[in-house]
């Protein structure tokens, strides 16, 4: 499976999130696009896709398996409270609190089911979640990091 298709994939499984967030949800191509896609559309609790890296998996390295590791950001949208912390548990402007938010999209990314090949179904692998954050900023947005394994086609040479 390519790095695109799962990366479709990860998108379309946020489809039910936005739906119920009144939200909307993109792929991202790096850091910096997340936060100007974050901040030139406010409003609604919105969730990003990147695909952050690929490796050899050292067990299977030889026969062409890797684990991809992707992050979700999640943003509330919306404007920070005088006293922050309480829109984590609390939620802003009649919105969803921040870890309502955050939960919601770890549950999406870890019931992510995918058949690299047929009968071979690729189950992620749950790497944690905490703060987003770019060039050592911290933004109001938080990160769900996993990881999915895929086999990359053999090369005849």
């Given amino acids: 499976m390519t790095i695109t298709e799962q990366t479709k994939r990860i998108l379309s499984a946020l489809d039910s999130w936005v739906e119920n967030n009144s939200g ?17 559309k406010p409003g ?19 026969e062409g398996k ?3 590791i992707f ?13 922050t912390g309480e829109s984590l548990s609390e ?11 955050v ?9 992510l089911r995918m058949e690299d090949e047929p009968g071979e179904l690729q189950l992620p692998i749950y790497k944690g979640s905490g703060p987003f954050s770019v060039h050592g900023y911290i933004l109001d ?17």
Avoid at 24 to 40: Q, T
Avoid at 141 to 157: C, H, K, S, T, W
């Fill in 24 to 40: 909307r949800a993109f792929i991202a191509s790096d850091a910096l696009h997340c936060v100007e896609e974050l901040r030139g």
């Fill in 44 to 62: 609604a609790p919105t969730a990003a896709v990147l695909w952050q890296s690929e490796n050899p998996d050292g067990r299977y390295a030889e």
């Fill in 66 to 68: 890797v684990l991809r």
């Fill in 71 to 83: 992050k979700i950001v999640v943003s509330r949208g919306r404007g920070l409270k005088l006293v």
């Fill in 91 to 101: 939620g802003v402007a009649g919105g969803p609190a921040m870890f309502d938010l």
């Fill in 103 to 111: 939960e919601q999209a770890r549950e999406v990314a870890r019931n």
């Fill in 141 to 157: 947005a938080m990160e769900i990091r996993f990881a999915l394994y895929a086999q990359i086609p053999f090369q005849d040479q």
